[in-house]
């Protein structure tokens, strides 16, 4: 028996495909529960609920605007093209319902900002669909980067590096969403570098860059959707940190962070879906030097292994959800970390954007 | 007893750490020997050969000029700062020595082309000391990025990354001889983006890029010298290719190339010094997907070990003896790979350093 009184009752809006692993996220979260899908088609929705196993109890509409009018839902979840987020995250805060949005949060700061005022102005709890950010690998690594009293602190960061690659079929490059200028129309500078710019944030301890420049390999396709993108993030206070993107629909998969700081170094290679759900690892190199005659190293990396009892997307569920229940059953106010995040995260996307626009001149935030 | 009709006798011009690593590789190589080492005193080379156990039949001298007239040294190792390097390498290939020169070869292509004008014009072989290129990893790697029938051949290159880092020690960056402006005036450029702008070129098959940028986060030291660089260099035919490399003297030690294309990825995380000496490994990565639901991968990179009789700098001593014996005792003309590779890495270390003192504009090459 469900406790309606702690679980959070989601409704989501559309049958995207990443609406499928939210979905069961949702069912995998203790403190969450699916309660409402819906489609442009009630058939389609009806479809995705069969296709999925959802329970009887899942109620099925054929529009979005019946889950917001569904007073027992307390949040949604968005999984709509971007182009879309502005419009149904605004109108779900106006109905009090908590908007779990997926990334990209938003086309731009602009718009991401009339999502926030209407989720601030609403009192309800606003968060993107960051997954990686609640694996307990990410707050182990945090802890080496951000900490500068634990053990194997690795120093000031000196460098960061990460890349989002992957081989779009020849399908995904003619049709998908994410290469349609009117539906996602930051391509590959949504989908993927939005990964890439939001962990070279979050290594900086959201400290913004002062300059955002884009690299002259970018790659558009016909219809003016960035395909693949590089970047460079500069810091310079307290310590000067570069950090280098790179992400393309066009390469092989890839998703490496790597972070270097003055003392030693984090290694992933699998930063934003781990290889499997149960356990993630990532590389510590710490105090390495080379030895006498310098034929080899002192050290090798360190393989250190995390495991965790739920999918990190279930995780993300979770997290939104106790939010979510302090509001609802605590009178607790709704958390600004994960809107801040998002939002650096955004301003950083439009920088890269811009200098794209400037001819890869840099940009200063 | 050592055969010289088959043997390369050698003399080290110099008495620096790095000359001690070579001479052990000297030692190593079945087809290379030690005759003669020599430093500006005679005292400081007596030392440096008590210290590494020379045998008594190495000749000991007290000026560089004495080994370019002995008539039982075939080639010469050139440790010297690089300041030094068209000097000495011009005056040997004069004595008709071959010449083996530790990188960077030269202080600018210029100077490097004086170098070699004179192996040329005397007939003598030319190398300069990039170790790593003779480990059988380095063939190994390449057959995966160049032989497109090859199995696992990982597609056209879209992206490469390397860094070349070391937590340089106080004493070290107040008077090591490479940030001192008259000696290895290159700094870090030379020292350690040599070996990454080396592997951008290499793993392109030795096509030069369009344009190399440096990146606005680079160091100098208050004589001038560099002492960070972070730098893109670009390709645009057949396919487009982006390479940054980040080369520093103020991080935590790295060695890591990442080698993506269309298919698979190549890692490492020590191509410039292994591990250990006998036996390196990389990770190859090969038709990865994602699982369904996106909660995995469908393949975990593979480590692919390679095993080494000889460490790297033996095999770059043996190869270099191989060619200078096929002149020495066969007729063979000296070859042109060695030379040529040197002479585009030079060519891109000029251009990162215009690239720089252009405010970091783009340069052509």
Chains 1, 2 share one sequence.
Not at 27 to 51: D, G, H, I, W, Y
Not at 219 to 240: E, F, H, K, M
Request: charged share 20%; hydrophobic share 45%.
């Amino acid at each position: 028996m469900v406790d309606n009184t702690k679980t959070v009752r989601f409704g989501i809006l559309g049958c995207a495909n990443i609406a499928r692993k939210v979905a069961r996220a949702i069912a995998l979260a203790p403190n969450a529960t699916l309660c409402a899908v819906a489609s442009r088609s009630k058939e389609k929705a009806e479809r995705f609920a069969a296709e999925n196993g959802f329970p009887a109890s899942v109620r099925v509409y054929g529009s979005y605007d019946q889950v917001l009018e569904d007073p027992g839902v307390d949040a949604v979840y968005v999984p709509l093209p971007t182009s879309l987020h502005v419009r149904w995250a605004v109108m779900a805060a106006g109905r009090k319902k908590h908007v779990l949005v997926e990334k990209p949060a938003a086309l731009d700061a602009a718009e991401l900002d009339r999502i926030l005022a209407a989720v601030e102005s609403n009192g309800v709890q606003f968060m993107d669909g960051s997954m990686w950010l609640h694996h307990p690998r990410t707050a182990h690594i945090q802890h080496l980067c951000c900490v500068p009293r634990s053990a194997n602190f690795i120093g000031p960061i000196h460098f960061i590096h990460s890349t989002s690659t992957m081989a779009a079929t020849p399908e995904f490059l003619a049709s998908d969403i994410r290469v349609k200028p009117e539906l996602d129309g930051l391509g590959a500078l949504g989908d993927l570098a939005w990964y890439c710019i939001g962990a070279s944030l979050w290594a900086k301890g959201y400290q913004l860059p002062i300059t955002v420049t884009a690299l002259p390999d970018f790659t558009r396709n016909s219809a003016g959707v960035i395909l693949s993108i590089t970047a460079s993030l500069l810091w310079d206070q307290p310590n000067q940190t570069l950090a280098t993107i790179h992400c393309s629909f066009l390469s092989h998969t890839s998703m490496d962070l790597a972070i270097c700081g003055s003392d030693g170094s984090v290694h992933l290679r699998d930063f934003i879906i781990p290889y499997q759900e149960t356990s993630a690892s990532f590389d510590l190199t710490f105090g390495a030097k080379f030895v006498d005659l310098h034929i080899g190293w002192n050290v090798k990396p360190e393989e250190v292994h995390v495991v965790n009892e739920l999918p990190q997307e279930a995780l993300m569920v979770q997290e939104f959800s106790r939010l979510v229940a302090g509001i609802r059953d605590c009178g607790s106010q709704p958390s600004t970390k994960w809107p801040e995040i998002s939002r650096k995260t955004q301003l950083v996307v439009d920088a890269v954007n811009k200098s794209l626009d400037l001819g890869c001149k840099p940009v200063s935030l």
